[in-house]
């Protein structure tokens, strides 16, 4: 007998949001303005991951902590090497194109009014120390994950002295706040959908037509780095094929991190991405969030990219020495960069002085940036997000554990 219940299953997740993206190409195209109608899903979507994600990272990572069994290993320090390393190899990749590929800019274009760019690494140090000390109910509102991540390490030290019941119920409760990030993913179809209607219909792509050379090599090197760079970190470090698991990060990962152009936002998609790829919860818990942090390659190619397009406008000259200092800056800079759309590009003003660049130059290269960070932006964040999960399942399958 036929069981017809397994003849029509729903096609995965995957498969819906590229029905949606079709979907909203075709609504884009046919009924422009019903396109920017439907963008309230993508808005709704997007608010929603936002919403669920700070109060993820605080009782997850706690409830992990508090129920943590002794001698079982987390691979924290691992992960955050694979962090610096893949970050650093980014920003030499960024570096590397733009000699290879330069691209020159018009700097004719008005700055963003209100921004301001830090003034040096100091400053961007003291930022995340102070994210460190944050307020708990001001981290929760402002999506601090450094300071999330702080007071749910905190208190998962002090609940693992609580009573069994206590950590048992810690523990329901992050079963509860997952269940309902499930909930709130299987939206992503719809959202997708809203995302790319209202996002043809309001702004198309001509305006990127002037800087198609700008974007070749910023889309190129995150390419490069996605599909050649982290394989071979991943290859180094597990002595397997690496394709496996970057295909599938870059597919379940990156693709829902490439429209919701926000790292912050793809946590809850991450950590659902770990758990069916059966990593450990004490670690995935904890090293995505502070990959959505500090686990930056697309914005350290970002910021090295741009930066030397500027440098390129102007005729100023670029020895190897000062090349490399750049990519070490930008890479320390990327950590700072916000897990938001366009986090990135208030750091440039910050490797710009590098080479003597007023600030002033500086804010209508970050314009610039905005231009072209319909797609740059994307690209960035389907990169960093994929390559949190890339690095996290790196680290247990090189210590025997995937």
């Known amino acids: 007998m036929i069981d017809r219940s397994r003849s029509f299953r729903a096609p995965s997740l995957v498969v819906q949001i590229v029905i949606g993206l079709l979907a909203g190409i075709v609504l884009a195209m046919a009924w422009p303005q019903g396109a920017t109608a439907v963008g309230l899903l993508g ?20 409830a992990s902590i508090a129920n943590h069994k002794h001698g079982q290993k987390t691979n924290i320090r691992f992960i955050l090497a694979l962090y610096v390393i893949g970050t650093l190899a980014a920003a030499l990749v960024g570096v590397a194109a733009s000699f290879l590929f330069p691209s020159v ?11 301001t760019a830090p003034g040096g690494i100091g400053e961007v140090l003291k930022t995340l120390l102070m994210q460190v000390v944050d307020n708990p109910v001001h981290a929760l509102l402002n999506a601090n994950y450094i300071g999330l991540l702080a007071w749910a390490v905190g208190l998962g030290m002090a609940l693992r002295h609580a009573s069994a019941g206590t950590r048992t119920l810690v523990g329901d409760l992050s079963d509860a706040v997952t269940w309902l ?12 959908f809203g995302i790319v209607a209202s996002l043809l219909a309001e702004s198309g792509l001509g305006a990127l037509k002037g800087y198609l050379q700008l974007l070749y090599v910023l889309i190129g090197a995150m390419l490069f780095m996605a599909f050649v760079g982290n394989p071979l970190i991943v290859a180094l470090v597990t002595r397997r094929n690496p394709y496996p698991l970057v295909l599938r990060c870059l597919r379940e990962s990156g693709i829902t991190a490439f429209f919701t152009r926000s790292s912050a936002a793809n946590i809850p998609v991450n950590m659902e991405l770990c758990r069916k790829l059966g990593l450990h919860e004490e670690t995935y818990s904890v090293a995505i969030p502070l990959g959505a942090t500090i686990n930056m390659a697309g914005a350290a190619i970002t910021i090295s990219v741009l930066t030397l ?9 670029v020895d190897l020495p000062t090349a490399l200092l750049l990519s070490v800056l930008a890479a320390i800079g990327a950590c700072g960069a916000s897990g938001v759309p366009g986090g990135s590009l208030l750091l440039i003003p910050l490797a710009c002085g590098l080479f003597g660049i007023s600030n002033d130059v500086a804010m209508q290269v ?5 231009i072209v960070g319909v797609v740059q932006d994307s690209a960035e964040t389907a990169l960093n997000s994929s390559t949190d999960v890339v690095f996290v399942a790196a680290a247990e399958q090189a210590r025997g554990r995937g």
């Not at 800019?105 to 921004?115: I, P, W």
Request: charged share 10%.
């Open 43 to 62: 808005t709704v979507f997007i608010s929603a991951l936002k919403a669920v994600a700070p109060v993820l990272v605080l009782v997850l990572v706690t």
């Open 105 to 115: 800019l018009n700097l004719k274009v008005a700055a963003e009014a209100g921004m």
């Open 181 to 192: 990030v499930r909930a709130v993913i299987k939206l992503a179809p719809l959202g997708v």
């Open 309 to 317: 397009a500027a440098v390129n406008t102007l005729g100023i000259t």
């Open 366 to 370: 970050v314009a610039v940036g905005f």
